[in-house]
């Protein structure tokens, strides 16, 4: 196996200390490399190079308009590479290759999309009588630290990286140790485009011990992490120990709410893309399927239908669902299932681990029924290719069940009625709200985030910015007299 370094300060190395992390591809088992196994000691440094960049004239003498320029350059250079960094999140992740493709491109549009605002992060000026003069301005936080799941790495790296350094801030990256090899790409892909050498870092390592350095490091000045709310805590917890701020996108069990009137065959598709892209392992998957009673069996048939047909294997062969991320991964899921399975539930579908031609962690899409909305399967993320399905008969009985959880992450809602389609947008507690369409991992340009556990602080679109930057008032008195 070739032994990868991490990058701090413009520098690639091993780090402080010899311990390296082997990484798996989860459609086989097959050992592809080993990335350095970062400790606090190698977290200090990068903070430390992030925080000398950032006070650097090499950094802050860089204008809003070339910083732009810079972020367009990695973009081209992204799309440049698209094929190869498809293939290496392929492997390193287990997904199709066809939605590692995807995936890349949505990297690229996001230093596309954040390199056309650095030179309009704009103040205001605030009325207050001819002798004032009174504006804001946005100015960066520092040091932003960026600590990154498996589900998505390239793309979700991207998605906070890039609006930070729009913003003229430095950065830390911890990619999972699951799935570093695409951060530590990008880390090459902003060296050649030329950015000051410590206004990037990517450190590789363990989230007990290099990304719980991260967090709670007093020099930090942001914390964007996403993950499980579990961790989420602990991340909050880190942070309040040294008043910083985080953005966290955490948890979700959206629904996916069909009516009767909808175009029901359009739903069925939309449903099951909703469960089974990524396998399954997107937090903001339509985890739930509410379906209006008089069609329930009959569409969780079509669903049954469309899913049954789904491919499943190795990323290579472009299948329909990839292996969940790990071992690990793959038995919780299949505790969940049996959990509902020893409860009594109606298994339509799947329900087991695949018996295939793959070795990898692979489980099949299933479909879950017959369980009431307080139950463990309708509460708890699963992050599998798991659909929990349950019925209503009235709109007021479906806005209770899909305000019934703790999270608020997304929500589609199937109708050919406007007038239900918008009473239920205003008032499901969800971040983000799909009629007629679902649009899971897409977007760039909307803002990203939950209520309640599913997070705080808003990701990608123009209101990302507001969370890299802070505000400055500025008051000049004019003291012309006459």
């Not at 992740?93 to 056309?116: D, W």
């Amino acid at each position: 196996m070739e032994k990868l370094k991490m990058y701090i300060n413009g520098n690639w190395t091993f780090g402080s200390s010899s311990a390296m992390i082997e990484t798996i591809n989860p459609a086989t088992g097959e050992k592809l490399y080993e990335v350095p196994r970062g400790n606090a000691n190698d977290i200090d440094q990068a903070v430390q190079a992030a925080k000398r960049a950032f006070e650097s004239p090499e950094w802050k003498g860089i204008s809003p308009a070339e910083r732009g320029r810079m972020l367009h350059s990695a973009a081209q250079i992204i799309r440049a590479k698209k094929e190869e960094l498809a293939s290496l999140e392929m492997y390193d992740t287990g997904k199709p290759l066809s939605l590692a493709m995807i995936e890349v491109e949505i990297g690229a549009r996001y230093f596309e999309f954040y390199s056309g605002a650095a030179d309009k992060i704009l103040g205001e000026t605030i009325p207050l009588g001819e002798d004032v003069l009174d504006f804001t301005r946005r100015e960066p936080l520092g040091v932003t630290a960026h600590i990154v799941p498996w589900n998505g790495p390239f793309q979700m790296t991207c998605r906070s990286v890039a609006p930070a350094l729009a913003a003229g801030n430095t950065a830390v990256i911890k990619p999972a140790e699951d799935t570093p090899l695409t951060a530590l790409r990008l880390a090459e892909i902003c060296e050649t485009v030329g950015f000051p050498k410590g206004v990037v870092n990517v450190v590789t390592g363990y989230g007990y011990e290099a990304g719980a350095a991260l967090a709670s490091h007093s020099d930090i000045d942001h914390i964007t992490f996403t993950g499980s709310v579990s961790t989420g805590i602990s991340v909050m917890k880190a942070a309040a120990g040294n008043i910083k701020p985080v953005t966290l996108e955490l948890g979700g069990k959206s629904p996916n709410i069909v009516f009767a009137d909808a175009n029901l065959e359009e739903a069925a598709h939309s449903v099951v893309r909703a469960i089974t892209l990524n396998s399954g392992q997107v937090c903001s998957a339509g985890s739930r399927l509410l379906v209006e009673r008089s069609i329930h069996q009959a569409f969780v048939e079509k669903v049954k239908g469309i899913m049954k047909a789904l491919r499943i294997g190795k990323g290579e062969d472009n299948p329909d669902v990839g292996p969940l991320i790990s071992e690990k991964q793959l038995q919780r899921v299949e505790s969940f299932v049996e959990h509902a399975r020893d409860k009594g539930a109606a298994i339509h579908l799947g329900g087991q681990r695949y018996k295939g031609e793959a070795t990898g962690f692979f489980y099949e899409p299933t479909i879950v029924d017959s369980i009431t909305p307080d139950s463990r399967l309708a509460q708890e993320e699963i992050f599998g290719p798991v659909l929990v399905v349950l019925p209503f008969d009235t709109i007021q009985e479906a806005l209770q069940i899909a305000n019934g959880t703790q999270y608020g992450l997304a929500a589609g809602i199937w109708t050919s009625n406007i007038d239900k389609a918008h009473w239920l947008a205003n008032r499901i507690k969800a971040g983000q709200i799909f009629i007629n369409n679902y649009g899971v991992g897409t977007g760039v340009e909307m803002p990203f985030g939950g209520y309640r556990k599913s997070g705080i602080g808003r990701e990608k679109g123009l209101e990302a910015l507001k969370y890299y930057t802070q505000v400055k008032n500025v008051a000049i008195k004019i003291g012309i007299t006459h």
